[in-house]
């Protein structure tokens, strides 16, 4: 099992984009924990996740302008970020917890890279 990121890019400060994280494999259940973001020289940071009641968390630095998504039935997780600035440039890496048959894996997508300019 694998997770893809997609969607990085390089925008201007102001702009948009949106993040795509897509499970494959032989997969029975999949819980999306979130997005996380390494900006360069810095640490991994969480940016979005779900909560165990179903709601959204989002570090300070992006509410308000950053929304986590998810189709249960596309084995996908989103991310659509607006208002970016110089400081929301990062890699960006999605997180899951995948059931396989007989096992549950703790997967990390590739990364995407998202490069704003000011």
């Known amino acids: 099992v694998q997770l893809q990121a997609s969607g990085g890019g390089l925008v201007q400060a102001g702009g948009s984009l949106r993040l795509s994280c897509a499970a494959s494999g032989s997969i029975f259940s999949i819980n999306f924990m979130g997005w996380y973001r390494q900006p360069p020289g810095k640490q991994r940071e969480l940016v979005a996740s779900f909560t165990s009641g179903g709601g959204t968390h989002y570090a300070d630095s992006v509410k308000g302008r950053f929304t986590i998504s998810r189709d249960n039935a596309k084995n996908t997780l989103y991310l659509v970020m607006a208002s970016l600035v110089p400081e929301d440039t990062a890699v960006y890496y999605c997180?899951?917890?995948?059931?396989?048959?007989?096992?549950?894996?703790?997967?990390w997508g590739q990364g995407t890279l998202v490069t704003v300019s000011s």
């Open positions: 997180n899951a917890f995948i059931r396989q048959r007989s096992r549950i894996d703790d997967v």
